[in-house]
């Protein structure tokens, strides 16, 4: 597929406009036209509707795919202009991924498809990272992505947004607060919930983001270092967590309940990597992500 046609199609559906889409890619309304033409002609459909310019059903499908297809070429572009100051990467190293809990929900199994898909030839390792890896797995060169939250409070990586979530904590069904799982509670309500532990290695960063920044203040005596001790905790009746809306929908045990925390701030998933990485692979793995971000983050977001 050519991606001169895929720049001019998705330039058009985002402009709203042909002329506005040639100005914005230096080319004549003419040749944009013949663009979308010869992209129409070459997958057999419309694409556009032209008066006014709408994408067809179709279309919008393929703007989702432009989106990501174009980011990845840029970002191999990207990095075959710096190759000459890059040091040698192993061409049979895996690119290793690591995902803490569900990661950002339905993107994180998006991404690496979509990178599966665009570098069939690279092996990719998806590792479990638990919660005091929030931060360590990259510096200490164990993961080379990482699907963490909140964003890690370190120099040495940096983080991009992918979703922003309600917050919610999870009790056992036989908890009064279990009542508000329609309704909400408030950070009063669970301030003497008892929340587990975790071990004091475990970066500041996310203590806060799991205790509401310290609004919750009860502790149980119960440690956990995954989700699925946390709801071991919680559906035994020894402790409470915490998470992201979208944790209901990966953890849905018998015996938990979620409960939305209507006045607690919305807290973001993040793709983290280390500032000083070079890898061609970790860039090309975050612009797919990034491109994919945009289309489906505001839906995993709601």
């Known amino acids: 597929m050519d991606l001169r046609l895929l720049s001019s199609f998705l330039a058009v559906v985002e402009e709203g406009h042909f002329g506005r889409a040639a100005a914005r890619l230096f080319l004549s309304p003419p040749a944009v036209t013949q663009h979308v033409r010869r992209l129409e002609s070459d997958l057999g ?10 994408p067809t059903p179709a279309g919008e499908r393929l703007a989702r795919h ?3 297809l174009l980011a990845a070429a840029n970002a191999a572009l990207d990095d075959v202009a710096e190759a000459a100051d890059r ?17 950002s929900a339905e ?16 092996a ?17 060169d164990r993961v080379d992505v990482a699907f963490v939250r909140p964003t890690p409070a370190d120099e040495r990586v940096i983080a991009d947004v992918l979703t922003t979530e309600q917050r919610i904590v999870a009790v056992p069904e036989s908890h009064a607060l279990a009542d508000a799982r329609d309704t909400g509670a408030r950070l009063d309500d669970i301030a003497d919930l008892p929340f587990f532990r975790v ?51 990966y953890y849905a045990w018998p015996g938990a309940v979620f ?14 990597v280390r500032a000083a990485d ?8 975050r612009a797919l992500t990034l491109a994919l971000a945009k289309e489906l983050g505001p839906r995993i977001s709601e």
């Open 66 to 68: 432009a989106r990501t």
């Open 199 to 249: 071990p004091g290695h475990t970066p500041r960063s996310f203590t806060d983001y799991l205790y509401f920044d310290r609004a919750a203040r009860r502790r149980s005596t119960h440690y956990a270092l995954t989700p699925q001790e946390v709801l071991t905790g919680v559906v035994s009746g020894r402790a409470a967590g915490s998470g992201l809306k979208s944790f209901a929908r």
């Open 259 to 272: 409960v939305p925390v209507l006045d607690a701030p919305r807290e973001s998933s993040y793709l983290a």
């Open 124 to 140: 990719v390792e998806l590792r479990q990272l638990d919660f005091t890896e929030h931060v360590s797995a990259l510096v200490e």
């Open 107 to 122: 993107l994180t199994p998006a991404s690496v498809n979509a990178y599966r898909r665009a570098r069939p030839h690279i």
């Open 87 to 103: 040091a040698p990467f192993a061409a049979d190293r895996p690119l290793r991924v690591g995902i803490m809990g569900h990661g």
């Open 45 to 54: 459909t419309r694409l556009l509707h032209r008066n006014p310019v709408s």
């Open 278 to 285: 070079r890898n061609p692979e970790v860039q090309i793995f």
